[in-house]
């Protein structure tokens, strides 16, 4: 029989294989956060350049429809001027007033100017 008690209150010494342990899952982790920053930067540039893409599209098309635009403005303008013309020649035309009957055509009255307020008394 030994002198010595069968328990021991000494903490167990720690081997070398323990402190490799914890350094495999954080190199892991590590690698894993690094390829989602990866994969977040390359989709951000994927993004970037679709958008200029679509910011050079809708600049073209624009373009194209300005021409489109100022036609519609003078045909516009022209139907005006032709109304108008009709409303005139109705007062004095019977064919005219016709027409005018028939298909309803009437002249708004135009838009009172907005009134500046007036300036302080001093």
Known sequence: MSSEPDYNFNPPAA?????GS???P????TAAIAVLMVAQTVNVFKSHGTLRDGQVK?????RQRETLVKQSQDLQQKLQNLVLDLLLLSKTD????QIVAKYNIQQNAPAAPE????????
């Not at 009134?115 to 001093?122: D, F, N, Q």
């Open 115 to 122: 009134s500046t307020p007036a300036a302080p008394a001093k």
């Open 15 to 19: 081997s070398n294989s323990d402190t």
């Open 94 to 97: 019977e064919d005219a007033k």
């Open 58 to 62: 809708l600049t073209d098309a624009y």
């Open 22 to 24: 914890l350094q495999l």
């Open 26 to 29: 954080f190199a892991l982790l």
